[in-house]
């Protein structure tokens, strides 16, 4: 059974950095496209960036460009998301996925097929 795992969330003030780690067990991990996805209160979860099974391709979302970057460590089995310059617009809980089929459709949320549990983020102004 594949787990994925998040940490690194906390609460910051605008302008601020975090980076948030999702550690996958169980699986192959060069098998699965990974994606980070958010949700809001109140609000759908969102798409905000996403990584190719072989690490040479990258997408996000407008909303997180230039601040946001997303890597992936073989030997660790654990994808990033470095996140720059907060604001609280960020708020929200964070998922990672893991997906291992999608392709152009990498930014819908029902191409993934392991989710992990979220991590809170909370910027403040």
């Known amino acids: 059974q594949v787990q994925l795992v998040e940490s690194g969330g906390g609460s910051v003030q605008a302008g601020d950095s975090l980076r948030l780690s999702c550690v996958v067990s169980?699986?192959?991990?060069?098998?699965?496209?990974m994606g980070w996805f958010r949700q809001a209160p109140g609000k759908e979860r969102e798409f905000v960036q996403a990584?190719?099974?072989?690490?040479?391709?990258?997408y996000y979302a407008d909303s997180v460009k230039g601040r946001f970057t997303i890597s992936r460590d073989y030997a660790k089995n654990t994808v990033y998301l470095q996140m720059n310059s907060l604001k609280p617009e960020d708020t929200a809980v964070y998922y990672c996925?893991?997906?291992?089929?999608?392709?152009?459709?990498?930014?819908?949320?029902?191409?993934?097929?392991?989710w992990g549990q979220g991590t809170q983020v909370t910027v403040s102004s």
């Open positions: 996925a893991a997906s291992a089929t999608a392709g152009w459709d990498i930014d819908r949320s029902n191409r993934y097929n392991y």
């Open positions: 169980g699986g192959t991990f060069s098998r699965y496209a």
């Open positions: 990584i190719s099974r072989n690490g040479d391709r990258i």
